[in-house]
Each structure stands twice: as C-alpha cells, then as structure tokens.
C-alpha cells in the first residue's frame, strides 16, 4: 500500500493520449500512452525532442486514476526516459491491477527493481551517437516477456548489435526497425537471414500512419 504522502508524489508528465502502439509484441493495439519529461540522452534520429523539457507535474493518484478509466487494456509509460521518474512509477504501477503495462527505457540506466508486464528496452547502436552510454549489464536482466529494440540506421549498427548480443545470452524477444527513412528494412530482412538470427523484423508502425498508408 501506497501512503497518502506517496500519493501526493509528482511526475512531470509531456502528454497522456490514446493511439495504436507502434512498436514491439503489442503493435496495432489501442494503448494510453503517458509520456514523462526530460531524457538524458540525445540521440540523432530523435523523434520526441519536445519532451526534453515541455510538461506538467501531476500526482501519481491522478495518473492511477486515468489509467484505470482508460477503456484499454495496455499501458504505454513512455519519454523522455521513464526510470528518470524509477521509484514513483513503481509507486504507479503496482497500484494498477488488470491493465498490461509497458515502460520504455533507453538502456542507460538499470532495470533493476522496475515492475511492469513487460520493459521495453533500447540498446542503442553507433547511428544513435549514443550507444557508449549503454549498460550492457541490463541486457542480462530482461525476462523472456519482455523486449529489446534495436533502432538499425545502419549496416554498422547491426554488425555492432550482432557482436554485443552474441556475447550477452538476451531472454527476451529481440526486435530489430529501421530509422524511419534513413534505412532500408529489406536490408534488416538480409542481415537476420544471412546470419541466421532470432530477431524479430518490424517496423515503426506509428510512423506509417502518419504516411496514412
Ligand atoms: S532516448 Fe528516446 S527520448 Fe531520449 S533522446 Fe533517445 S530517442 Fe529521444
């Protein structure tokens, strides 16, 4: 149980929307989405660079609340980096019962102790310019139920996650995209088959809406 004082706790949230999750094992579902402020990295290809500093504080009861109203079963608590915010979302999250629940992190910082359904990482590779802030030691914590992104913007970004995840035996799912426009899925597509990887090939669903395809 949460105390009072727990509950008065805030988050500095950018923005709380429904949409169709993009990305990973829960791709095509309707999802409320919180997304917190502030990131402490800063990749090149970034696509939320408005969440660095723009949001509001609200209080973890008012965060429950909206996730129980909403009418959909997945969470989305997404950045910015969420585990900026470790402990208050874990304050968050096992008040939430029924509801399947995601945190996206960027890899920078350990998992350990966060409590959701399912963690989605990043291990972020040369073409982000952020791959040396990585803590590779967190690749050993995933849980088969939860995921590994790889974000390919380049055929050195998949040599390089090949290398690093031969060495670090990943439980979970491995999901390897394309930057969006700056590379070429059939090329992802190649590199798994010709290396005879496990690695789930997908796309940024969310980028194809707003193609309207
Ligand atoms: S970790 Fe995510 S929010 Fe932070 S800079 Fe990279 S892409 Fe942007």
Same mark, same amino acid.
């Given at each position: 149980?949460?105390?009072?004082?727990?509950?008065?706790?805030?988050?500095?949230?950018?923005?709380?929307?429904? +949409?169709?999750?993009?990305?990973?094992?829960?791709?095509?579902?309707?999802?409320?989405?919180?997304?917190?402020?502030?990131?402490?990295?800063?990749?090149?290809?970034?696509?939320?660079?408005?969440?660095?500093?723009?949001?509001?504080?609200?209080?973890?009861?008012?965060?429950?609340?909206?996730?129980?109203?909403?009418?959909?079963?997945? $969470?989305?608590?997404?950045?910015?980096?969420?585990?900026?915010?470790?402990?208050?979302?874990?304050?968050?999250?096992?008040?939430?019962?029924?509801?399947?629940?995601?945190?996206?992190?960027?890899?920078?910082?350990?998992?350990?102790?966060?409590?959701?359904?399912?963690?989605?990482? +990043?291990?972020?590779?040369?073409?982000?310019?952020?791959?040396?802030?990585?803590?590779?030691?967190?690749?050993?914590?995933?849980?088969?139920? +939860?995921?590994?992104?790889?974000?390919?913007?380049?055929?050195?970004?998949?040599?390089?996650?090949?290398?690093?995840?031969?060495?670090?035996?990943?439980?979970?799912?491995?999901?390897?995209?394309? $930057?969006?426009?700056?590379?070429?899925?059939?090329?992802?597509?190649?590199?798994?088959?010709?290396?005879?990887?496990?690695?789930?090939?997908?796309?940024?669903?969310?980028?194809?809406?707003?193609? +309207?395809?």
């Amino acid at each position: 149980m949460s105390s009072i004082k727990d509950q008065k706790k805030t988050i500095k949230i950018n923005e709380i929307f429904y +949409d169709i999750e993009g990305e990973g094992k829960y791709q095509g579902y309707p999802t409320l989405f919180i997304r917190v402020t502030g990131c402490n990295l800063r990749c090149k290809w970034c696509d939320t660079k408005y969440a660095y500093f723009n949001g509001k504080n609200i209080s973890i009861k008012k965060i429950i609340s909206i996730i129980k109203k909403s009418p959909y079963k997945n $969470v989305n608590i997404t950045g910015g980096e969420p585990l900026l915010y470790k402990k208050t979302i874990n304050l968050i999250t096992k008040k939430i019962k029924n509801k399947i629940i995601t945190i996206e992190t960027n890899g920078s910082i350990s998992i350990k102790g966060i409590k959701a359904d399912n963690i989605s990482m +990043d291990l972020k590779l040369p073409s982000s310019g952020e791959s040396d802030k990585m803590i590779l030691s967190n690749l050993k914590l995933l849980r088969p139920k +939860d995921q590994l992104k790889l974000v390919i913007g380049s055929y050195e970004d998949m040599i390089y996650a090949n290398k690093i995840l031969k060495k670090y035996k990943v439980k979970s799912t491995i999901i390897a995209q394309p $930057v969006y426009k700056k590379f070429k899925l059939i090329n992802i597509k190649n590199f798994v088959l010709k290396n005879k990887l496990n690695w789930k090939v997908s796309i940024q669903m969310h980028k194809m809406f707003e193609k +309207d395809v």
